[in-house]
């Protein structure tokens, strides 16, 4: 059987740890729930794993933390990655992005503090702020990481333009660029195909952030891979249950689970996208143990049968 290149790894995205988003408070429930996430994921081969100051308004950094203050060596088995630069609404105070210096700072330090931990392995920038100062931003990016406190950088929700601005201030690499891509977020692909079709008005993907990407090495995260069980189990339109179908096909065909076909189909994209899977579920994630530890084995002609009949209409 044809591999294409080895594994490139999953993802596990945190955003669903913590709790409910509007109770100040975790329980030990929260607490188990995220030690049984935590603990399937590394019996997966999953080791990074993604959060967000935001996510539970802060409390799902604080479980994963407290696990890790209860198990001496964990914290040197994982990569741990973090995002700032959202700021929730508050009362009458609408939400918004802060991308200021001295707030990126302040929401390091206290995602540091809540995650128990010395140092981010990766610090991504959520979303841009419009009001961001590229300059402002590229340098307290800089004393972080020569502090010790931030090891590598990212963005998140970032086209190639906004990339390029942001390095041309940047001494740093930046790293990684995570965007919703999958069999059901499908722009990433659509961009580069539809070209000079009346189709491409519908696409909002950033067309030639992919190609950027892959030029400079920026590796390409990609959240919302599992497609909320679109395609592996609750399906919920005709082209989902038709997809869902040829994926439970393949699924046998390779000797794996449905999830991993969902995201071996991200993965086999040659720019080597590395899924981000949010469930907290430990079966759902051992389900995605193939695609962290085996390249992906889906043919040229299979890859395409699964977007063709995703997208529910013929290539132009």
Same mark, same amino acid.
């Given at each position: 059987?044809?591999?294409?290149?080895?594994?490139?790894?999953?993802?596990?995205?945190?955003?669903?740890?913590?709790?409910?988003?509007?109770?100040?408070?975790?329980?030990?429930?929260?607490?188990?729930?995220?030690?049984?996430?935590?603990?399937?994921?590394?019996?997966?081969?999953?080791?990074?794993?993604?959060?967000?100051?935001?996510?539970?308004?802060?409390?799902?950094?604080?479980?994963?933390?407290?696990?890790?203050?209860?198990?001496?060596?964990?914290?040197?088995?994982?990569?741990?990655?973090?995002?700032?630069?959202?700021?929730?609404?508050?009362?009458?105070?609408?939400?918004?992005?802060?991308?200021?210096?001295?707030?990126?700072?302040?929401?390091?330090?206290?995602?540091?503090?809540?995650?128990?931990?010395?140092?981010?392995?990766?610090?991504?920038?959520?979303?841009?702020?419009?009001?961001?100062?590229?300059?402002?931003?590229?340098? #307290? +990016?800089?004393? /972080?990481? $020569?502090?010790?406190?931030?090891?590598?950088?990212? =963005?998140?929700? !970032?086209?190639?333009?906004? &990339?390029?601005?942001?390095?041309?201030?940047?001494?740093?690499?930046?790293?990684?660029?995570?965007?919703?891509?999958?069999?059901?977020?499908?722009?990433?692909?659509?961009?580069?195909?539809?070209?000079?079709?009346?189709?491409?008005?519908?696409?909002?993907?950033?067309?030639?952030?992919?190609?950027?990407?892959?030029?400079?090495?920026?590796?390409?995260?990609?959240?919302?891979?599992?497609?909320?069980?679109?395609?592996?189990?609750?399906?919920?339109?005709?082209?989902?249950?038709?997809?869902?179908?040829?994926?439970?096909?393949?699924?046998?065909?390779?000797?794996?689970?449905?999830?991993?076909? #969902? +995201?071996?189909? /991200?993965? $086999?994209?040659?720019?080597?996208?590395?899924?981000? =899977?949010?469930? !907290?579920?430990?079966?759902? &994630?051992?389900?995605?143990?193939?695609?962290?530890?085996?390249?992906?084995?889906?043919?040229?002609?299979?890859?395409?049968?699964?977007?063709?009949?995703?997208?529910?209409?013929?290539?132009?």
């Amino acid at each position: 059987m044809t591999q294409h290149g080895g594994p490139v790894g999953v993802v596990l995205g945190c955003m669903g740890l913590g709790g409910a988003w509007d109770d100040p408070t975790w329980s030990t429930a929260d607490l188990d729930t995220a030690a049984a996430a935590i603990e399937a994921a590394l019996d997966a081969g999953i080791t990074v794993f993604d959060h967000a100051d935001i996510y539970a308004r802060g409390k799902a950094e604080a479980v994963f933390g407290e696990v890790l203050a209860r198990s001496a060596d964990l914290r040197g088995r994982i990569v741990l990655q973090s995002k700032c630069g959202i700021r929730l609404p508050e009362g009458d105070a609408p939400g918004l992005y802060d991308l200021r210096g001295p707030v990126i700072r302040q929401r390091v330090q206290e995602s540091l503090e809540r995650l128990q931990t010395d140092a981010l392995d990766v610090l991504l920038l959520h979303r841009p702020d419009p009001l961001a100062d590229p300059a402002d931003v590229a340098a #307290v +990016l800089t004393d /972080l990481h $020569r502090e010790g406190l931030v090891r590598a950088v990212g =963005v998140s929700n !970032t086209d190639a333009a906004q &990339i390029a601005a942001l390095q041309a201030h940047l001494d740093l690499p930046i790293v990684v660029d995570q965007l919703e891509m999958g069999l059901h977020r499908r722009d990433f692909v659509e961009t580069g195909v539809l070209v000079n079709t009346p189709e491409a008005t519908g696409v909002g993907f950033p067309h030639g952030t992919l190609e950027h990407c892959r030029a400079h090495g920026v590796t390409l995260q990609a959240w919302g891979a599992l497609a909320q069980g679109r395609y592996s189990g609750r399906p919920s339109t005709p082209d989902e249950e038709a997809t869902a179908a040829l994926v439970a096909q393949l699924a046998d065909e390779h000797a794996t689970t449905r999830e991993t076909v #969902v +995201l071996w189909w /991200l993965q $086999r994209h040659p720019a080597r996208i590395v899924p981000v =899977v949010g469930t !907290t579920r430990p079966d759902r &994630i051992g389900a995605c143990a193939d695609a962290a530890r085996r390249a992906p084995e889906l043919t040229h002609e299979q890859w395409y049968r699964l977007w063709t009949t995703a997208r529910g209409h013929p290539l132009p």
